[in-house]
């Protein structure tokens, strides 16, 4: 089976809110995810979300700490996903790839449709009860 690995932002604001982003493109056209990428050779996890954040939002993050690596089974291909709390450092995040986006509070994190391995991560921090860092 295929190997992607990928690094996600879950980027969060002063208000308790994490940002979401519908795909535009591809076999998950219309789910919700946290965006960012594949990694490129030679890229820390933190160094590739970075570049995909600018590259997909216009915006520079910083990125604060993991909160956990997803292993996960598509149909197609086995997926890691290294997933950070982050916080907008400057940029205004521009949609270049995605569909839609949304601001989420800890009670409307369920009211879209997220894809399966992002969902996990849903999980974990609907356990931790708050978007603290």
Not at 27 to 55: C, H, N, Q, S, V
Not at 63 to 74: A, I, K, M, P, S
Not at 92 to 115: F, M, N, P, Q, Y
């Amino acid at each position: 089976m295929k190997q992607i690995e990928v690094v996600a932002a879950i980027i969060h604001d002063g208000g308790g809110r994490i940002f979401a982003t519908q795909r535009g493109y591809g076999d998950y056209k219309d789910g919700w995810e946290f965006p960012g990428g594949k990694m490129e050779p030679g890229e820390t996890p933190e160094e590739a979300l970075r570049r995909e954040i600018w590259e997909e939002l216009e915006t520079r993050i910083d990125v604060e700490r993991l909160v956990q690596t997803v292993d996960w089974d598509y149909p197609a291909f086995h997926l890691t996903m290294h997933c950070f709390w982050c916080r907008v450092e400057s940029g205004s995040l521009t949609l270049k790839e995605h569909e839609a986006a949304r601001w989420l509070g800890l009670s409307e994190i369920d009211c879209v449709d997220w894809l399966p391995a992002d969902r996990a991560v849903v999980k974990t921090i609907k356990k931790a009860d708050s978007f603290a860092v």
